[in-house]
């Protein structure tokens, strides 16, 4: 019976007892060893009864809860396998939880900051919050989405300033022309540039001056020739030539 009882075999050692307590209802070890073995039934339910609970709240994620009712079950059996697996489990899952929200709330202030950056129109800043958001947290579409079309500003702000240098170049060589056809180009795909399209209005008033100061040259160059025709006529006297070219 002992041996039973140390195994915790408590339904063959209560059949053997009663065995016993059958061939003498007063055998004062069998009367005792029936009430150990009735107080451990109670515990041994008392438990399940813990376990159970305790495996339910780390199912609702109610990890500090779960974790004091399995340490009721060490308090009485400190070597219960399953009641040390549940406190392990709990504690790393409130680690991970922490762990989570240090995360999330690195993040947020991250893009508070590139938010602050983008209302100062400074993307580089921006750009650069967002890639240390991105790298603590690697997953969060919404933030590389944000990366994305960032990168993607940062780039064609690099091609529109790049433009932007290359006809102020050419203006100051006088290549109006060709910075006329530079800022052409740019206009169809940078239209939002006020900069830009104050330059491109610049150039084409600056074209159609020297286009008009073209045309009246040539006008008075052409004036000055029949002028020359008609002075030699004159100094040959040949009136009707003179009046054929001033007609």
Do not use: W
């Amino acid at each position: 019976i002992s041996d039973l009882l140390n195994r915790d075999e408590l339904r063959l050692a209560e059949a053997k007892i009663r065995e016993l307590l059958e061939i003498d209802p007063d055998d004062k070890d069998a009367l005792a060893n029936l009430e150990k073995i009735k107080k451990q039934q109670d515990l041994n339910q008392r438990i399940r009864s813990l376990i159970k609970q305790s495996q339910s709240l780390v199912q609702d994620e109610k990890f500090e809860a779960a974790i004091k009712k399995a340490n009721e079950v060490l308090a009485v059996a400190p070597d219960h396998i399953e009641a040390r697996i549940i406190v392990k489990e709990a504690r790393a899952r409130i680690a991970e939880d922490k762990e989570r929200t240090r995360i999330a709330e690195e993040v947020a202030t991250l893009l508070r900051l590139a938010v602050d950056c983008n209302e100062n129109g400074d993307l580089t800043g921006e750009a650069k919050h967002l890639e240390e958001a991105i790298s603590i947290s690697p997953g969060d579409k919404e933030v590389q989405n944000r990366l994305n079309a960032v990168r993607e500003r940062i780039i064609r702000k690099e091609k529109l300033d790049k433009g932007l240098l290359e006809i102020k170049r050419l203006m100051e060589t006088d290549e109006f022309q060709e910075a006329f056809q530079c800022s052409s180009e740019l206009v169809k795909e940078f239209d939002d540039s006020s900069e830009l399209q104050e330059l491109h209005r610049e150039l084409q008033e600056e074209i159609t001056r020297i286009e008009t100061e073209r045309k009246e040259q040539e006008r008075q160059d052409r004036i000055k020739s029949l002028r020359k025709k008609a002075d030699l006529a004159f100094s040959q006297n040949d009136s009707l030539s003179a009046l054929a070219v001033y007609s």
